[in-house]
């Protein structure tokens, strides 16, 4: 095959949607999903892994898409804000962040209910010391820690009272088997 060839499109399952992309694999998860696929739930701070503000679930992991290659998650499945509820039905967690009023200038949200929805996936009723655990390596400049992590424990009252009702484990994806 000559050097010069189209290299093979890249398929990605975002969101329960499949796209064939010609991207580089070498290229960031992050920039594939908010400059081709025009998600901008995830938001780039740092772009070093080390703020969170790009948080999305991969296979229901949380993972810092600043820093995955694309190519690293072609056959398996993204999820983005965007995928984890909507403006008219909102994820319980999502929900409680509204009530809980838990933002200031917002920019670090996408983080903190991503790592939110992966924490309560895994662990439905967290102390409010596993939830600070769980979000000590997501930045916020503006403080609103305090009203995050009450979010967080009203997410997880949210989801229990909802029951199977809501179905939260179909809602967020489940962590994948390591
Ligand atoms: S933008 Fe990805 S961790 Fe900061
Ligand atoms: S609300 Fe501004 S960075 Fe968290």
Known sequence: MSKHAAAAPLVLEVNGTTHALAVPPEASLLTVLRNDLGLNGPKY????????ACTVLVDGVAARACVIPVGGVAGRTVT???GLGSRERPHPV??????????QCGYCLNGMIMMAAALLAE???????DVRRALSGNLCRCGTHVE????VLRAAGLLAAAGSETAPASAIPQPAET
Request: proline letters at 6%.
């Open 123 to 129: 662990c439905p009723r967290p102390s409010e010391a």
């Open 148 to 151: 995050i992590v009450d979010a």
């Open 94 to 103: 999502q929900q409680a962040f509204v009530d809980a009023q838990a933002a």
């Open 80 to 82: 983005t804000l965007e």
């Open 45 to 52: 701070g740092c772009g070093l892994g080390q703020c969170g």
